[in-house]
């Protein structure tokens, strides 16, 4: 009988210079997901680590080490937390693209994923499931699907029917809008995959902000940027989206985005497609919408709107890019809002992409975690960049039976600027 088969072979296999990184102090304790649900070793940042170093060593992919990586929500609150700087999202990301090529899975957890990549970074797909969602809500079904609990006996698609958002009405949006005033810059827009599907309220106000801050707005049709992708170590189908996506933006000074995740994912393609420098470039011209508007400074007029605000930091825009103070400055700049802080912010909201999906019944337990905090700032409305955080949060709330109003920062903004009620 032969040698066990390593974990990991020759292709971008976590690094050992970036694993003797971590000196296993536990201040990625208090801040991990998985850890403060569960207290295991393994569930945390540095067990995960420990697990990456025995690969490097020779030890075979088990089943227990694909487990305790597929846990990881791939926050990177600990990337935040961590006196060492450890790079914790390149050595996950490294394993997270061996486990998914290497592990052998179930046929019901290859089903599942094969579902979720064939319909999740395809927004036209999404968009063909708007009239029959629309139908099923507007009908009374969803309410009596939700009372008796029918679907509870199978969790993912409870999840999955929680998280679906009320849908309104569709604006559509040209592919260029002129700047209001002086035009101080042509950036492209990104409209995402859920975010162009089921929130596309939010993209139609980020560009009504652009346009307002001075900035004439191209909305080229395009795909998938690759983020569910990438971040569930799909390499090369995220690569393919990736090259595919910067394809579509040229002469532009900027690419906006508006979801936590999908910005994260756009300010990698360098490192995603390693050696190009088209990638590089595109890459830092990426912004997310509260970073760029900050840089420009406002010019537009706020008009009053006396709300109390719960911000919540989505995890790839306060850990992945360390935009915290941005939203929050945007937000202060609106005369007689008030703003209020929700407990534990480092904690992840348990929806993180698709992981939710996967893991519905810890991914319930950390929603409602947040969703507590949240309701107990007393806020009318809750405040965040990412639609998965938006959904993730609502049904959380929902099942509580507490009551929240939701929106996005750049429907706040919008509102103020234009001095319409926010819905």
Same mark, same amino acid.
């Given at each position: 009988?032969?040698?066990?088969?390593?974990?990991?072979?020759?292709?971008?296999?976590?690094?050992?210079?970036?694993?003797?990184?971590?000196?296993?102090?536990?201040?990625?304790?208090?801040?991990?997901?998985?850890?403060?649900?569960?207290?295991?070793?393994?569930?945390?940042?540095?067990?995960?680590?420990?697990?990456?170093?025995?690969?490097?060593?020779?030890?075979?992919?088990?089943?227990?080490?694909?487990?305790?990586?597929?846990?990881?929500?791939?926050?990177?609150?600990?990337?935040?937390?961590?006196?060492?700087?450890?790079?914790?999202?390149?050595?996950?990301?490294?394993?997270?693209?061996? %486990? @998914?090529?290497? $592990? /052998? =899975?179930?046929?019901?957890?290859?089903? *599942?994923?094969?579902? !979720?990549? &064939?319909?999740?970074?395809?927004?036209?797909?999404?968009?063909?499931?708007?009239?029959?969602?629309?139908?099923?809500?507007?009908?009374?079904?969803?309410?009596?699907?939700?009372?008796?609990?029918?679907?509870?006996?199978?969790?993912?698609?409870?999840? %999955? @029917?929680?998280? $679906? /958002? =009320?849908?309104?009405?569709?604006?559509? *949006?040209?592919?260029? !809008?002129? &700047?209001?005033?002086?035009?101080?810059?042509?950036?492209?827009?990104?409209?995402?995959?859920?975010?162009?599907?089921?929130?596309?309220?939010?993209?139609?106000?980020?560009?009504?902000?652009?346009?307002?801050?001075?900035?004439?707005?191209?909305?080229?049709?395009?795909?998938?940027?690759?983020?569910?992708?990438?971040?569930?170590?799909?390499?090369?189908?995220?690569?393919?989206?990736?090259?595919?996506?910067?394809?579509?933006?040229?002469?532009?000074?900027?690419?906006?985005?508006?979801?936590?995740?999908?910005?994260?994912?756009?300010?990698?393609?360098?490192?995603?497609?390693?050696?190009?420098?088209?990638?590089?470039?595109?890459?830092?011209?990426?912004?997310?919408?509260?970073?760029?508007?900050?840089?420009?400074?406002?010019?537009?007029?706020?008009?009053?709107?006396?709300?109390?605000?719960?911000?919540?930091?989505?995890?790839?825009?306060?850990?992945?890019?360390?935009?915290?103070?941005?939203?929050?400055?945007?937000?202060?700049?609106?005369?007689?809002?008030?703003?209020?802080?929700?407990?534990?912010?480092?904690?992840?909201?348990?929806?993180?992409?698709?992981?939710?999906?996967?893991?519905?019944?810890?991914?319930?337990?950390?929603?409602?975690?947040?969703?507590?905090?949240?309701?107990?700032?007393?806020?009318?409305?809750?405040?965040?960049?990412?639609?998965?955080?938006?959904?993730?949060?609502?049904?959380?709330?929902?099942?509580?039976?507490?009551?929240?109003?939701?929106?996005?920062?750049?429907?706040?903004?919008?509102?103020?600027?234009?001095?319409?009620?926010?819905?």
């Amino acid at each position: 009988m032969g040698a066990p088969t390593p974990a990991f072979d020759d292709h971008r296999p976590p690094r050992a210079e970036l694993i003797s990184d971590c000196v296993h102090c536990g201040f990625c304790l208090p801040t991990c997901p998985t850890y403060a649900l569960w207290g295991q070793e393994m569930d945390s940042p540095r067990g995960r680590i420990y697990l990456m170093e025995t690969g490097l060593g020779g030890e075979p992919m088990t089943d227990s080490m694909v487990a305790h990586v597929d846990r990881c929500l791939g926050c990177m609150a600990c990337v935040t937390a961590c006196p060492s700087g450890v790079q914790y999202d390149r050595l996950i990301e490294d394993t997270r693209q061996q %486990v @998914e090529r290497r $592990a /052998p =899975r179930s046929a019901g957890q290859r089903a *599942l994923r094969a579902a !979720i990549f &064939a319909l999740f970074p395809h927004p036209r797909r999404l968009r063909l499931l708007r009239g029959p969602l629309r139908a099923y809500q507007k009908s009374g079904l969803q309410r009596l699907v939700r009372r008796v609990g029918l679907l509870r006996r199978w969790p993912v698609l409870d999840t %999955v @029917e929680s998280l $679906a /958002p =009320r849908l309104g009405r569709v604006e559509r *949006l040209p592919t260029r !809008i002129p &700047a209001r005033g002086e035009r101080r810059a042509v950036v492209g827009m990104l409209t995402g995959c859920v975010q162009s599907a089921f929130f596309p309220d939010v993209n139609a106000a980020t560009a009504r902000v652009l346009a307002a801050e001075g900035c004439e707005v191209v909305i080229p049709r395009q795909g998938c940027c690759g983020a569910l992708s990438v971040h569930n170590g799909r390499e090369a189908e995220a690569q393919r989206f990736a090259r595919r996506l910067i394809d579509v933006f040229a002469d532009v000074d900027h690419v906006v985005v508006n979801a936590a995740g999908c910005g994260s994912a756009t300010k990698e393609y360098g490192e995603l497609l390693g050696g190009d420098l088209r990638a590089a470039g595109f890459a830092a011209k990426v912004r997310d919408l509260s970073e760029l508007l900050v840089e420009l400074g406002p010019v537009a007029a706020r008009h009053p709107m006396p709300v109390t605000v719960a911000y919540h930091d989505a995890c790839h825009l306060a850990h992945a890019q360390g935009i915290r103070a941005q939203p929050r400055e945007l937000l202060r700049g609106i005369p007689e809002l008030e703003l209020r802080e929700i407990a534990d912010p480092e904690i992840c909201c348990g929806s993180a992409g698709v992981w939710n999906v996967l893991n519905p019944e810890p991914a319930a337990e950390l929603g409602e975690r947040k969703a507590r905090d949240v309701l107990a700032t007393g806020a009318e409305l809750l405040v965040t960049a990412n639609p998965g955080c938006l959904m993730q949060i609502a049904a959380a709330a929902d099942r509580l039976g507490g009551a929240i109003r939701l929106a996005h920062v750049a429907q706040v903004l919008d509102a103020s600027i234009n001095g319409t009620r926010l819905e």
